[in-house]
T-cell receptor, first 113, second 114 residues
């Protein structure tokens, strides 16, 4: 089955700096890729999703890059601010009809003033 | 606004007891999921469902059963709870819409098995 590795498990950056989180996956049939944010004591909320035909997507200070050849997905937060402190998860799933979604282990991001 | 409601929010159970975690969604999504979240493991899929009457095993189904009696409700059942099942459990609903496979999560249930 699908295996997803996420790194780093912990990341601390200064306010205004960028932060990069990377996931690698194993199943070449993976078609949907998402990043979720979990704030303390809450459930996960979707940040951004991309399909397998998208290499790069930018929204509101976030950039998602997808390298299908290397089976690598990354999330880049530019100009981090204190509200970005949270745990971030990547999530992947196969094509329609097999919506089993596999999550990475999470990255705890801390933004220092 | 998508809504997924879990109950109870907190539960203390005794070893060997039966525990039922409930989840209700008002999104009219076909798919529903149960995950557990443990430090160092992230979210691990226990069971999921494609619609009323269907349940599928996830990655760690042992010791858990699931029930989907309706589109809106999805339960996770621990017939004989063990301390290793102490965790935070999340329910989610989702569908592939507009080419996006998005999950909407409940706030979680914190289960302690003593």
């Amino acid at each position: 089955g699908e295996q997803v590795e996420q790194r780093p498990p912990h990341l601390s950056v200064r306010e205004g700096d960028s932060a990069i989180i990377i996931c690698t996956y194993t199943d070449s049939a993976t078609a949907y890729f998402s990043w979720y944010k979990q704030e303390a004591g809450a459930g996960l909320q979707l940040l951004m999703s991309v399909l397998s035909n998208v290499d790069r997507k930018e929204e509101q200070g976030l950039t998602v890059l997808l390298n299908k050849k290397d089976k690598r997905l990354s999330l880049n937060l530019t100009a981090a601010h204190p509200g970005d402190s949270a745990v971030y998860f990547c999530a992947v799933s196969e094509d329609y009809g097999n919506e089993k979604i596999t999550f990475g282990a999470g990255t705890k991001l801390t933004i220092k003033p | 606004e998508a809504a997924v409601t879990q109950s109870p929010r907190n539960k203390v159970a005794v070893t060997g007891g039966k525990v039922t975690l409930s989840c209700n969604q008002t999104n009219n999504h076909n798919n529903m999921y149960w995950y557990r979240q443990d430090t160092g493991h992230g979210l691990r899929l226990i069971h999921y469902s494609y619609g009323a009457g269907s349940t599928e095993k996830g990655d760690i189904p042992d010791g858990y059963k699931a029930s989907r009696p309706s589109q809106e409700n999805f339960s996770l059942i621990l017939e004989l709870a063990t301390p290793s099942q102490t965790s935070v459990y999340f329910c989610a609903s989702g569908d592939v819409l507009g080419g996006q496979n998005t999950l909407y999560f409940g706030a979680g249930t914190r289960l302690s098995v003593l």
